[in-house]
């Protein structure tokens, strides 16, 4: 609080320090939490991102890759994108479960992509990130079907 001087009146000098503390505060307030959400990529905004591939591996040897379109995820939600890979096995000879995986009908894939855009965060900021996508599915050979799907 501010002191009065000998006249009684409020020491002006006091109350001006008082009031610049006060709005330094809030500006760092203000501040953290802005940079609180720019980096967070909770999807706080649109993200544009760039044209890209997916590659698709069997037991580290890689058989087909998909390419994704340029394209936007909009705000605070995802986006499904379904891609057709052609599979092929050139890269696996001498791989021994290769048979036996054909012959059981189901086949287990990884497959790993990579987004890269910018995010524009309130409005006003632009922050470029990547997103990455790194999967494990199971594929039933017999009928060309994703029967189990899990992603990071």
Not at 11 to 34: F, P, S, V
Not at 36 to 41: A, E, G, H, K, S
Not at 53 to 67: E, H, L, N, P, R
């Amino acid at each position: 609080m501010a002191e009065s001087n000998h006249n009684g009146r409020v020491d002006e000098e006091a109350l001006l320090k008082m009031e610049e503390a006060k709005r330094k505060k809030r500006m760092k307030w203000t501040i953290g939490i802005i940079a609180f959400v720019i980096f967070q990529n909770t999807n706080w905004g649109p993200f544009k991102y760039d044209a890209s591939s997916i590659d698709f591996t069997y037991g580290g040897f890689k058989v087909g890759q998909a390419t994704i379109l340029k394209g936007k995820a909009n705000f605070k939600s995802t986006k499904k994108i379904d891609v057709n890979v052609t599979l092929s096995s050139t890269n696996l000879t001498g791989n021994s479960n290769l048979r036996s995986d054909l012959s059981t009908g189901l086949m287990n894939l990884t497959s790993q992509g990579e987004l890269s855009g910018k995010v524009t965060v309130m409005f006003m900021f632009k922050k470029r990130k990547i997103s990455q996508m790194n999967c494990t599915m199971a594929i039933n050979t017999l009928t060309s079907v994703v029967q189990a799907l899990s992603c990071k």
